[in-house]
């Protein structure tokens, strides 16, 4: 059964920066496109960043020229590097394949506030 593992959350002050992980089991990670997903209170989940088994990168506007996805392959790693977070940046993530097919995780949160 594939697991993803999300890890990295905190709380973080305006303009901080967080790294967010996320662990793969099974043989699937590489083949797929990944991506990083956040849902906050009372808002529907959304797509932050994705990234394709070749290592190109798509971002929303809420979030490009902020955050960086990236993977390791070797490792079924998937890493989602934040910096200038922004209080509306406040939500629980996750990771999973784009589209998704896999079980939500247990995300990891991530709170924004001075």
């Known amino acids: 059964q594939v697991q993803l593992v999300e890890s990295g959350g905190g709380l973080v002050q305006p303009g901080g920066s967080l790294r967010l992980s996320c662990a793969a089991s099974?043989?699937?990670?590489?083949?797929?496109?990944m991506g990083w997903y956040r849902q906050a209170p009372g808002k529907q989940r959304e797509l932050v960043a994705a990234?394709?088994?070749?290592?190109?990168?798509t971002y929303p506007d809420s979030t490009k020229a902020r955050f960086t996805i990236s993977r390791d392959n070797s490792k079924n790693t998937l890493y989602l590097q934040m910096n200038k977070l922004k209080p509306e940046d406040t939500a629980v993530y996750y990771c999973?394949?784009?589209?998704?097919?896999?079980?939500w995780g247990q995300g990891t949160q991530v709170t924004v506030s001075s």
């Open positions: 999973s394949t784009v589209p998704r097919f896999l079980s």
């Open positions: 099974g043989t699937f990670f590489s083949a797929y496109t």
């Open positions: 990234i394709t088994s070749g290592g190109n990168t």
